[in-house]
């Protein structure tokens, strides 16, 4: 048990309920705020009892107060929200592509309270913070033995200054750990280790027990919902300010409730499963509500499977996919080690509170969804969209729909030349991949579908030569916190692979083949079963411990694919078991990106083509010259579950987490600097000091309107945060990689955006720097074509002429030119990126306006001193008849100065010498989306970091 004496974020209760009482489990006693104490409680959702325990135990009557305790006790479940209240998690979890950022913030920070006359040891993480450097590791090499190793060294090579940076702050700050590289995926590491479900902790000398909550630096933190623990992802800028005692500013939030009724019938996945519930949600409409799922049907769902669901909320949109705690969780701390005092804290504290799951009960909810696990059947999603969820079944079909948008035909005589080459009909639009013969040697086929949408190209390698064509799977990855978590379908991955393998069955050789797990405990059970030797046989050898392909790091296809992919233009595809397939993420290559779990991402890699059904298309044939389908080789219920008790243990969580914190060789070999400020190194391209600080006084500067903007950029529906913010690798030319140039960097080391985040110079370089970001400001230069990458047009400059957008923001920037942005549905969706808001307020960007926000990305925006505004309901900057060539000002957001969030303010966009000749001046009322008087309190500061200084000081 975790009793070792701590300072509580939060100053003593005032405890106006009279809520405080004792709970003793065994020989151990706690102090406990009891939920029976506040009228009301009995009927609220598992989510909302937690935050109201939250507000019992942290009342001061200042942030938190007896009314805000009372309005969530009576809690209305069909109501707007409309209460603020002060959240404080027990902890804050990070990865180390936001976390880096976060630590380099609290060193720039300890140089500013000296600076302003504060002691420099105020900033110190006041909750625990916990990072788990999973970010890093890219996978360079594959399909070979050695690619883990080589990757690693790889990724110390790469990142040795940032990881010295974090064994520096692993030192520097109190109650801040860090799980060094090669150990497994934050998210993954966070329920199997470092998640408590009930949390205690020695506070003025009494031993107290409360729920284990937290915020994480990663959207999809929302994982740790599925052992019971409320939690969900926060831009770093928010994670910084929780970790020096700020509560999270939030509206008491809609729960939505989800009902399971039936079981998972055979052939199903968690990963279908979850594809299914993504839909449904993602149509219903949960941006911003929590979800909780209840019923009978919750306890045939296992821990894992309840993981993969929460951990896929960002997808559907709500903060968070809760499960309540019932035997499955206990039985899933048992197994993963904790110890048997801890588990009976668990069961005692839920069952004391109410927390514990009555099937029979039907807790109030805002809004009511359900599904019987029975009619669940097997799917994917994409091409770009985790919700664009495809039936297995019609993913052929759906597939040769969707080509047509990505694909570059070749004219029929190149077909035809194709065709008097090899003994195949390549524009054939029923082909599929098999295996012909030419004169000398095996040609393989990926085929592209649709005959207007073939492009085929002839591929030669060392190794013989196939046909390249659209479709093609050329990268298939068993990765992602989402379901290497998941013994069901990891272990269905490794049967199939050796049924596959004693069928005679290969990979296509055009496909890159990569296995992340993540922790490696999976590797134990692998081995345990045999099963690591058959994925290696279909080239799937583990390339790190991290989140690779789902992040990006995908390092570069085979090399002759890649060559041909990019000098034909061809829309080849990838498929992976992660949680994220937007448009230019997973590698610059791939056009198209689909989402399916790890024994399908096997069987893709057998197919080597999205243009497959798996129902009527054979995978091959076997030694006897029979065909074989999917079916043929696809695992039985019994035989993934008979797998998994024969190799999975309590004592293989034990061993791999015993030393989760000491690191290899490499990692304690480190230099690590003891001094309290940190020391920069101006020749450092990776940690650079911060400059958000930058000439702050103590007095605030007020609230001024905005006059004279330009518009930076002007941008369509579901613009996530990995359009936005720098994402995957730094190309040659673009304005990155000539300040890398610049400062003496080759561009064999350019690494990854990622791995840069603490270099803000770098970072600003390459926001809104996307391959697939279409900023339509761009058309009107380019005959009204869409242009992709990160461009826009340069008003400071004769004609406007179309230019990097970093290179335009500087100049407006030199001229004085405040920038604005239109967007449109959804703005800021996917990853809870720090830096999609940090670089858009370091690009001079004073104001977004949208239709629609995600919500961790307004957030972060008002964090960073950017205000989100929307356009009035059912218009858009189309519809208002704008374009981006105006002059902008926003008028009414002095009213803040007077402790008033206004809620509407004047737009006014003027024609420009820009403009279409004719265009007259526009005027609409833009909704203020400041939701809370505490975000109000950041604008105000100019951001959240420089009030939380202000505080300290």
Not at 709 to 730: E, F, K, N, Q, Y
Not at 893 to 920: C, D, I, Y
Request: proline fraction near 6%; charged fraction near 20%; aromatic fraction near 8%.
């Amino acid at each position: 048990m975790d009793a070792a004496s701590a300072r509580e974020t939060t100053v003593s209760s005032v405890n106006s309920f009279g809520s405080k009482s004792t709970l003793s489990v065994g020989e151990t006693e706690y102090e406990v705020f009891r939920l029976d104490a506040v009228p009301g409680h009995e009927r609220l959702p598992f989510s909302l009892k937690v935050l109201l325990e939250n507000l019992l135990r942290t009342e001061d009557g200042a942030n938190v107060t007896k009314a805000q305790i009372e309005a969530l006790g009576s809690w209305d479940a069909a109501a707007e929200p409309s209460t603020e209240i002060q959240f404080t998690p027990a902890r804050v979890v990070m990865q180390d592509f936001t976390g880096v950022p976060c630590i380099v913030d609290l060193a720039t920070m300890r140089e500013a309270v000296t600076a302003l006359g504060g002691d420099p040891n105020k900033i110190n993480p006041l909750s625990p913070a916990e990072m788990v450097i999973d970010h890093s590791v890219i996978a360079d090499l594959f399909g070979s033995e050695n690619a883990l190793e080589r990757n690693v060294e790889i990724e110390y090579e790469r990142n040795g200054e940032r990881y010295q940076f974090l064994r520096w702050g692993q030192t520097a700050f109190n109650d801040f750990k860090v799980v060094p590289p090669g150990t497994g995926i934050v998210h993954q590491v966070n329920i199997e280790h470092l998640a408590k479900v009930i949390y205690d902790r020695t506070v003025d000398g009494v031993l107290r027990a409360y729920p284990d909550t937290c915020v994480g630096t990663d959207s999809h933190t929302t994982m740790v919902n599925g052992l019971g623990v409320l939690g969900w992802g926060v831009g770093g800028i928010e994670a910084e300010a929780a970790m020096l005692g700020q509560p999270v500013s939030m509206l008491i939030p809609r729960v939505v409730g989800f009902k399971l009724s039936g079981e998972i019938p055979a052939g199903v996945t968690a990963t279908d499963v979850v594809l299914t519930i993504t839909d449904m949600l993602r149509k219903h409409g949960v941006v911003g509500k929590f979800v909780e799922f209840y019923g009978e049907g919750v306890a045939s769902v296992p821990l894992a499977n309840r993981a993969t669901i929460g951990n896929m909320s960002p997808e559907f949109g709500s903060t968070a996919a809760m499960f309540p705690i019932d035997d499955v969780t206990l039985d899933y701390l048992r197994l993963t080690g904790r110890s048997e005092d801890a588990v009976a804290l668990v069961e005692a504290y839920s069952k004391l509170q109410g927390l514990w799951h009555d099937p029979s009960v039907e807790p109030v909810f805002s809004e009511y969804m359900e599904l019987d696990l029975g009619t669940v059947v097997p799917s994917i999603a994409g091409p770009k969209r985790p919700q664009d969820r495809i039936l297995l079944s019609e993913a052929k079909s759906q597939f040769e729909q969707d080509i047509l948008s990505y694909a570059t035909p070749s004219t029929s005589e190149d077909i035809v030349d194709l065709e008097s080459k090899h003994s195949f009909p390549a524009s054939d639009p029923g082909a599929v991949p098999g295996e012909e013969e030419d004169e000398t040697r095996e040609v393989h086929i990926a085929s592209g579908g649709p005959a207007a949408a073939s492009n085929p190209v002839k591929v030669t390698t060392d190794n013989g030569s196939y046909i390249l064509d659209n479709g093609a799977v050329t990268l298939a990855a068993i990765t992602s916190c989402t379901n290497t978590s998941n013994p069901s379908v990891m272990l269905a991955a490794g049967l199939l692979a050796r049924n596959a393998l004693d069928k005679g069955l290969k990979q296509k050789p055009w496909v890159k083949t990569t296995l992340g797990p993540g922790s490696k405990v999976v590797t134990d059970y692998y081995e345990k079963s045999g099963l690591d030797k058959a994925l290696e046989g279909l080239g799937f050898y583990t390339v790190g411990y991290g989140c690779t392909i789902c992040i990006g790091n995908s390092g570069p296809l085979i090399e002759e694919v890649s060559a041909a992919v990019n000098e034909h233009d061809l829309a080849v595809t990838a498929v992976l078991s992660g949680n994220r397939n937007f448009e230019g993420r997973i590698s610059p290559d791939v056009k198209m990106n689909y989402l399916a779990s790890p024994p399908l991402v096997v069987a893709y890699a057998l197919a080597g083509s999205m243009h497959f059904d798996f129902e009527t298309d054979a995978l091959g044939t076997d030694h006897d010259g029979n065909d074989v389908f999917l079916r043929d080789i696809w695992p039985s219920p019994e035989e993934v579950q008979s797998t998994i008790d024969s190799s999975i243990s309590r004592e293989q969580f034990i061993k791999q987490y015993a030393t989760v914190f000491d690191g290899d060789e490499r990692w304690r070999s480190l230099p690590t600097p003891d001094d309290a400020i940190f020391q920069w190194d101006e020749s450092s391209t990776y940690v650079r000091k911060a400059p958000y600080f930058d000439g702050m006084s103590m007095e605030l500067t007020p609230v001024t309107d905005i006059t004279g903007a330009r518009v930076l950029a002007t941008l369509g529906d579901s613009v996530t945060t990995d359009h936005i913010s720098p994402a995957g690798s730094i190309k040659p030319g673009t304005p990155a990689a000539e300040y890398l140039t610049a400062h003496g960097v080759d561009r064999k080391d350019f690494n990854s955006f990622g791995s840069r985040r603490g270099n803000h110079e770098v970072m600003i370089r390459g926001t809104f720097a996307n391959i697939r970001l279409k900023n339509l400001l761009v058309s009107a230069v380019n005959d009204g074509a869409v242009v992709e990458g990160g461009f826009t047009r340069d008003f400071t400059q004769p004609g406007g002429p179309q230019s990097y957008i970093y290179d335009a923001s500087q100049n407006y920037q030199a001229a004085a030119t405040p920038l604005v942005i239109f967007g449109g549905k959804e703005y800021g969706s996917g990853s809870s990126r720090d830096w999609a808001a940090k670089g858009t307020s370091l690009l001079g960007v004073k104001a977004v306006i949208t239709e629609s926000f995600e919500r961790i990305h307004r957030s972060n925006l008002i964090g960073m001193g950017v205000v989100p505004l929307q356009f009035p309901v059912g218009e858009s900057w189309e519809s208002l008849g704008l374009d981006g060539t105006e002059i902008v000002s926003i008028e009414g957001l002095e009213e803040l100065n007077s402790g008033v969030t206004p809620k509407t303010v004047k737009v006014t966009a003027a024609p420009s010498e820009f403009s279409p000749e004719g265009k007259e001046t526009v005027e609409f009322d833009a909704i203020v989306r400041i939701d809370t008087p505490g975000e109000a309190d950041y604008y105000r500061n100019g951001g959240i970091l420089q009030y939380v200084l202000r505080s300290l000081v």
